[in-house]
């Protein structure tokens, strides 16, 4: 990213990739890079998951964004209150199994971003399979796309 500053406006322009053009022949041809994938993240919060491939060059790609279905915490007291914590509690572990569905689908090891509150309640829904593949579980404090950002800036230096 290039920032650029004239007298009443300041001036971002976003990055752009460098191609090595070769000339052979008459015709130019382009050589792109191939690029890698560093490693597989999946950010985790109460209101969506997103999984995405992170490449060695800083690209971030979306795998799967999955939106919750949970429901606020209900502050009031008595029975009604406890009937719509029971509920938010099935909805939670609803949407920690339709997750585990989804990370089956993914080939490579990948690393988890959560809250550190729900990291040992999510674990024990993981299966076998999705345990395997999981190098390791971090704290995150954003969630979605801006978590992946954190997560390459942090890993990517």
């Known amino acids: 990213m290039s920032l650029y500053w004239d007298d009443n406006n300041l001036?971002?322009?976003?990055?752009?990739?460098?191609?090595k053009r070769y000339h052979c022949g008459k015709t130019i041809q382009k050589i792109k890079k191939e690029k890698k994938i560093k490693f597989v993240v999946v950010i985790i919060?109460?209101?969506?998951c997103y999984c995405a491939n992170i490449y060695d060059d800083g690209e971030i790609e979306k795998i799967f964004r999955i939106n919750s279905e949970v429901g606020n915490k209900?502050?009031?007291?008595?029975?009604?209150?406890?009937?719509?914590?029971?509920?938010?509690?099935?909805?939670?572990?609803?949407y920690f199994k339709k997750i585990?569905?989804?990370?089956?689908?993914?080939?490579d090891n990948f690393i988890i971003g959560i809250?550190?509150?729900?990291?040992?309640?999510?674990?024990?829904?993981?299966?076998?399979?999705?345990?395997?593949?999981?190098?390791?579980?971090?704290?995150?404090e954003y969630g979605g796309l801006t978590g992946c950002y954190q997560f390459r800036n942090i890993h990517l230096k």
């Open 11 to 19: 001036l971002v322009e976003p990055y752009e990739r460098k191609q």
């Open 45 to 48: 919060d109460l209101s969506e």
């Open 74 to 94: 209900h502050q009031q007291g008595g029975q009604s209150a406890k009937r719509f914590s029971r509920i938010r509690e099935q909805q939670i572990i609803a």
């Open 100 to 107: 585990n569905e989804k990370l089956k689908d993914i080939k």
């Open 115 to 140: 809250n550190f509150i729900y990291k040992n309640r999510f674990e024990g829904y993981l299966s076998t399979e999705n345990k395997n593949k999981l190098i390791r579980f971090e704290t995150t």
